[in-house]
């Protein structure tokens, strides 16, 4: 059984951090291409960061110069590491694996349009004071 399991989530302060990890079993995560998505309430599920199974990432320009997008392959395990924190990044964090490889610069936020093969049951994020 395929499982992306999202941890790390939280209450946080303005301005603080937070580190979430992607830990997947049934599958392996180095030949994936892993992903964030996010959803806060009312509003449709935007995308985030990925990495390409090569380590070319991307991030959406919202979180660009905040948010950090690695893996750790021999852990099977994507992460997202999350500074400078605001208000308006509260929401549900979902990781996502994708065979769809095109992560990076060049492609964009066009990535995040593709069809992930698994999801995670996503984590919350609350950012307030």
């Known amino acids: 059984q395929v499982q992306l399991v999202e941890s790390g989530g939280g209450w946080v302060q303005p301005g603080g951090s937070l580190r979430l990890s992607c830990a997947a079993s049934g599958l392996r995560l180095d030949s994936y291409a892993i992903g964030w998505f996010r959803q806060a309430p009312g509003e449709e599920r935007e995308g985030v960061s990925c990495i390409s199974s090569d380590g070319y990432t991307y991030n959406t320009a919202s979180v660009k110069g905040r948010f950090t997008i690695s893996r750790d392959n021999a852990k099977n395990t994507g992460y997202l590491q999350m500074n400078s924190l605001k208000p308006d990044d509260t929401a549900v964090y979902y990781c996502?694996?994708?065979?769809?490889?095109?992560?990076?610069?060049?492609?964009?936020?066009?990535?995040?349009?593709?069809?992930?093969?698994?999801w995670g049951q996503g984590t919350q994020v609350t950012v307030s004071s």
């Open positions: 996502v694996a994708s065979e769809f490889d095109l992560c990076g610069e060049p492609y964009g936020d066009r990535w995040f349009q593709m069809r992930a093969d698994y």
